[in-house]
């Protein structure tokens, strides 16, 4: 028997980015818990494989997915609208989206980069915020990912961190607006390698042998997607009803 404390069944949860590595495992993680999922990403095939396995696994609630592309308003509102036509209500908001491939010192980076980073990873969490607060009831969640580059200089991906960091202040400036109707935190995920990650470093899966040491993580191991999503659980269920406007590290180090 589920904990109550995390029972997300009946629940219905939106995440963004869902089609592969963190957003995945946040899907899967809420599935699990016995939440309806909507999946969406840009990528067609990724949400609709990512529904299906959620689908297949019979262990808790139903997935369908959107495409969608995180930096137009009007797709945030049919994601929001899609996933109460589809569910009948909207309780958790997960906007998880986003990332850069480009790394440049900021005095070189090309503007269009800078204005495609701030788009994707500040505008769509403004984006999601409006678009899901149409729908969300009381007791309502929104969690949004940030990073540990949004509080650590991080030279080659200030663009990067300077998104990341707005995405802090929106999620504390949120959590006063909404509250005590929707709760609002973020999440700054660690070191995870994903496979956005690896092309983004240019490495391979044996490049990663040993790379807990080399970042001296006293956990003793890197970060998976599922360990980003038992952290969404905690922000989306009962357990956190106290917890509000938080910036919640997490990467196996303090």
């Known amino acids: 028997m589920t904990n109550p ?3 997300l069944t009946g629940k219905v949860a939106v995440v963004t980015g869902a089609g592969r590595g963190i ?3 946040m899907a899967k993680v809420l599935a699990d818990a016995g939440a309806n999922v909507v999946c969406a990403s840009r990528s067609t095939d990724q949400i609709d494989r990512v529904a299906e396995e959620i689908n297949a696994s019979n262990t808790g609630g139903r997935a369908i997915a959107l495409a969608t592309d995180v930096t137009k308003e009007e797709d945030m509102e049919a994601l ?7 569910f009948g209500q909207l309780d958790i908001w997960v906007n998880n989206a986003g990332g850069s491939l480009v790394s440049a010192p900021l005095i070189e980076l090309d503007e269009a980069e800078w204005d495609k980073t701030l788009a994707t990873n500040l505008t769509s ?10 729908h969300l009831g009381e007791g309502s969640s929104i969690i ?4 540990m580059a949004g509080q650590d200089p991080f030279p080659g991906s200030g663009h990067y ?7 802090l202040m929106l999620t504390k400036t949120l959590a006063h607006e909404l509250g005590p109707k929707t709760r609002v ?6 070191f995870v390698p994903t496979e956005t990650v690896k092309e983004a470093l240019s490495m391979t899966d044996e490049d990663f042998i040993g790379f807990e040491d080399q970042l001296g993580l006293p956990a003793g191991r890197l970060g998976t997607p599922t360990d980003i999503g038992a952290l969404t659980l905690y922000l989306a269920a009962p357990a956190s009803e106290w ?3 938080q910036c919640l590290r997490i990467g196996g180090t303090p």
């Open 144 to 147: 949004n990912t940030s990073s």
């Open 161 to 167: 961190s300077a998104a990341k960091a707005g995405v």
């Open 185 to 190: 935190n973020a999440i700054l995920p660690g």
């Open 23 to 25: 957003g995945e495992g």
């Open 125 to 134: 969490v403004f984006y999601g915020v409006r678009a899901a607060c149409k």
């Open 243 to 245: 917890v509000t406007g």
């Open 80 to 86: 929001a609208q899609r996933a109460v036509d589809e």
């Open 5 to 7: 404390l995390f029972d």
